[in-house]
């Protein structure tokens, strides 16, 4: 019995105020967390999941691989969860939807920074505990739990924060530096920037070219990780929108190329450290190879 438990998998996470809904969820989002170990009669136990918000954070969206057959040879997708902040009755409700046509629901209770889920298996109440070890760790105990006191224990493994990927690094480089307002020089005018990253964690840009009081473009880009990727995705008012793939980086420079283009096929994106950016666009432009270089300045919010 204690290796069909449905596990939930549920996101370790602290809990500042039962108020904030799922906003204390923010810090945790985008990381992947991994656990493996082996249940009490010693059949194997390994999980991985991802978390991401959704509908402007009222929901939280995970994404959970395990094993999706009996033999525990098969290792995918298996659930997909959602959690949701019931203002009615101040606590974290959830749901699992599984791979084999199953839902499990339950609630959630918080202790410090000890997270504690408890719903019906069977004829059962289970108690999954995420008991806080450090800010990647936590202790993953599921059981029959009365009374504080563990009964029973089915498992008794760990969850760790799995360290980011290169593409990772860059992505939170590239969005910790453009994050905010800028405008550049421009011709006659003055190019206007805003950079936010949203709440699934997605880098937003929205831009115009000022001229003389006349706004004559206007455009919205987002970068994304898309797989292992860097996507650059844009939209020109009035265009055709265009994708790049990030090539290549340093820690202050990621280059995006899409050679289906013939201009722009390139873009640069040169950080500094104190408040300035560069963006470069290269490409084949009437016939002859073309290359405008942008300088932006950080605006402050006195501006």
């Known amino acids: 019995m204690r290796n069909l438990f449905i596990i939930l998998l549920l996101s370790p996470f602290v809990l500042w105020s039962q108020a904030s809904g799922l906003q204390a969820l923010e810090a945790l989002v985008d990381h992947t967390w991994k656990a ?8 194997s136990f390994k999980q991985e999941i991802r978390f991401s918000f959704a509908l402007d954070s009222q929901l939280v969206i995970c994404h959970t691989k395990g094993y999706t057959d009996a033999q525990h040879k098969q290792f995918g997708h298996r659930n997909h969860g959602i959690r949701q902040y019931n203002k009615t009755k101040n ?15 339950g609630t959630m209770h918080i202790d410090g920074q000890d997270l504690y889920y408890r719903y019906v298996y069977g004829q059962s109440m289970i108690t999954e505990l995420w008991k806080y070890i450090d800010d990647s760790t936590y202790q993953y105990i599921i059981g029959d739990y ?6 029973q224990i089915y498992l008794d493994s760990q969850w760790s924060a799995v360290a980011k ?15 905010g307002q800028w405008k550049a020089k421009a011709w006659d005018g003055q190019l206007s920037e805003s950079w936010r990253l949203n709440r699934q964690g997605i880098l937003e840009q929205q831009a115009q070219y000022d001229e003389n009081g006349i706004i004559s473009y206007e455009a919205r880009n987002r970068v994304e990780i898309v797989g292992e ?19 290549s980086w340093t820690k202050n420079q990621i280059i995006f190329q899409n050679a289906d283009y013939s201009y722009p096929n390139t873009l640069v994106y040169q950080f500094s450290e104190d408040d300035q950016f560069s963006r470069t666009i290269r490409g084949i432009e009437n016939g002859q190879a073309a290359e405008y270089q942008f300088l932006f300045t950080r605006v402050s919010s006195e501006e």
């Open 146 to 151: 009365q009374d504080d006191t563990w009964k």
């Open 229 to 247: 990727d860097i996507l650059l995705f844009t939209w020109i008012k009035d265009g055709n929108p265009k994708i790049f793939k990030a090539t």
């Open 36 to 43: 493996e170990g082996a249940w009490g009669d010693g059949t």
């Open 91 to 105: 606590r974290i409700d959830f749901w699992e939807y599984d791979i084999f046509g199953g839902v499990t629901q």
């Open 165 to 179: 990927t290169d593409t990772e690094k860059i992505y939170d480089r590239m969005s910790e530096a453009l994050t």
